[in-house]
């Protein structure tokens, strides 16, 4: 399989704190995305970082690569209840425009 | 608005039955894809389509059928050979940018799909 594969697959934290997350794949990658879905909806994207990028910002979230290690992690900071959702990570690879998701990190942001 | 579209969000199957799910956008992309979601598998993807009368099997496409006779169009059947159709469906699409490289996915708002 190509999909990625995120760590921890559940994680529940206190209002205020960071949560990272981290997703690991397979082969070269063109791209990385990072997307959230709330239970029952549809995802959401959130950032995309390209393979030649190391780390990129939006607003309480902070995404990086590493392509030695194939793996990306995602940290949001000063976590809000409203964050609670699951997140997955989605790689684009050099052979063929296909997305391939991961299996997802539950988030619970307790207030 | 733009966006993309699914329906129904809900869906009852009787077993032997074939049934089609529709998505449906107006954000003018080339690109539509869709998933199955089951509980703790994450997104598994069944078809995806670049370009209007073309699309590619996926990883799990055994069992379901796809056209692309519109650009913003791309039905899901689900045939009575699906051994397993109880899930989450979802469609995607996205636009091909230039070198053939992808920009973000937007999701529709899923299908739940039961059979009875």
């Known amino acids: 399989s190509q999909q990625g594969e995120e760590d921890p697959q559940a994680l529940s934290i206190q209002e205020g704190e960071n949560a990272t997350m981290n997703c690991s794949y397979k082969?070269?990658?063109?791209?990385l995305q990072w997307y959230r879905q709330n239970s029952g909806r549809g995802l959401v994207h959130l950032i995309l970082?390209?393979?030649?990028?190391r780390e990129k910002h939006s607003g309480r979230l902070r995404v990086t690569l590493d392509t030695s290690k194939k793996s990306s992690s995602l940290l949001i900071t000063a976590s809000r209840a409203a964050d609670t959702a699951s997140y997955f990570c989605?790689?684009?690879?050099?052979?063929?425009?296909?997305?391939?998701f991961g299996t997802g990190t539950s988030l619970t942001v307790i207030p | 608005d733009g966006g993309i579209t699914q329906s129904p969000k809900y869906l009852f199957r009787k077993e032997g039955q074939n049934v089609t799910l529709s998505c449906e956008q107006n954000?003018?992309?080339?690109?539509m894809y869709w998933y199955r979601q089951d509980p703790g598998q994450g997104l598994r993807l069944i078809y995806y389509?670049?370009?209007?009368?073309?699309?590619q099997k996926g990883d799990i496409a055994e069992g379901y059928s796809v056209s692309r006779e519109k650009k913003e169009s791309f039905p899901l059947t689900v045939t009575s050979a699906q051994k397993n159709p109880t899930a989450f469906y979802l469609c995607?699409?996205?636009?091909?940018?230039?070198?053939?490289?992808?920009?973000?996915?937007?999701f529709g708002q899923g299908t739940r799909l039961t059979v009875v």
């Open positions: 389509s670049q370009i209007v009368n073309d699309f």
């Open positions: 082969t070269s990658i063109n791209n």
């Open positions: 989605a790689t684009e690879f050099f052979t063929g425009n296909q997305f391939y």
């Open positions: 970082i390209r393979s030649n990028e």
């Open positions: 954000l003018n992309h080339d690109a």
């Open positions: 995607a699409s996205s636009y091909i940018g230039g070198r053939r490289m992808n920009t973000e996915a937007f």
